[in-house]
């Protein structure tokens, strides 16, 4: 079936980028997204890119997607220790369903 | 809008008592989602309605798990009877048709555990 995977974990030091990469399996995915989970919260879309684009940018975050090879990655500028959280990738299959990643956690090192 | 309303936030519970989470969508929406996350097994998708009635619920564990919509701005999650494994948090989140990225809003969650 569908999948899609990203590593668990990311440390990068305040005020460098962070990038996050996520790899998924389904060709026909129509929709890519990242979602942002701070501590005891819920999931919180952040931003989402159309299949047919291949880079989206909002402020100092940066989405570029490979459909070639199936790679989705979210660079984060300047990261801030407000940015210290788990970042989800998803993507929106044929069924018009989402898939999860696992999750990435952003650790920020003063 | 108030966003997705889930109550309890938090459930501390006994092994074998019925559980019942509650989730209230945004208005006009109308898709809604249960989902579990769990340290082993990440997020999992539970069930889903659209316009109040169940279209996937491959995703409830077992027979324990129900869900209901009995309307468009109100549906529950019972267990029972619960088990310890069932200690998750559990996310409600809603859409709506036509918005083409199909964005989900989440609920800030309950978290239960049983002891």
């Known amino acids: 079936g569908e999948d899609v995977e990203q590593s668990l974990f990311l440390s990068v030091r305040e005020g460098d980028s962070s990038v996050i990469n996520c790899t998924y399996t389904?060709?026909?995915?129509?929709?890519l997204y990242w979602y942002k989970q701070e501590p005891g919260a819920g999931l919180q879309l952040l931003t989402y890119?159309?299949?047919n684009m291949d880079m989206k940018q909002d402020q100092r975050l940066t989405v570029l997607l490979n459909k070639k090879d199936k790679h989705l990655s979210l660079r984060i500028a300047d990261t801030q220790t407000g940015d210290s959280a788990i970042y989800f990738c998803?993507?929106?299959?044929?069924?018009?369903?989402?898939?999860w990643g696992a999750g990435t956690k952003l650790i920020i090192k003063p | 809008d108030a966003g997705v309303i889930q109550s309890p936030r938090h459930e501390v519970t006994e092994m074998g008592q019925e559980v019942t989470l509650r989730c209230k969508p945004i208005?006009?929406?109308?898709?809604l989602f249960w989902y579990r996350q769990t340290m082993m097994r990440g997020l999992e998708l539970l069930i889903y309605?659209?316009?109040?009635?169940?279209?996937?619920d491959s995703g409830m564990p077992e027979d324990r798990f129900s869900a209901k919509m009995p309307n468009a701005s109100f549906s529950t999650l019972k267990i029972q009877p619960s088990e310890p494994r069932d200690s998750a948090v559990y996310f409600c989140?809603?859409?709506?048709?036509?918005?083409?990225?199909?964005?989900?809003?989440f609920g800030a969650g309950s978290r239960l555990t049983v002891l």
């Open positions: 998803a993507e929106k299959d044929s069924n018009y369903q989402l898939i």
């Open positions: 309605f659209n316009n109040n009635v169940p279209i996937d």
């Open positions: 208005s006009g929406h109308d898709y």
């Open positions: 890119i159309f299949s």
């Open positions: 389904d060709s026909s995915s129509t929709y």
């Open positions: 989140a809603s859409s709506r048709t036509g918005s083409g990225a199909n964005v989900l809003t």
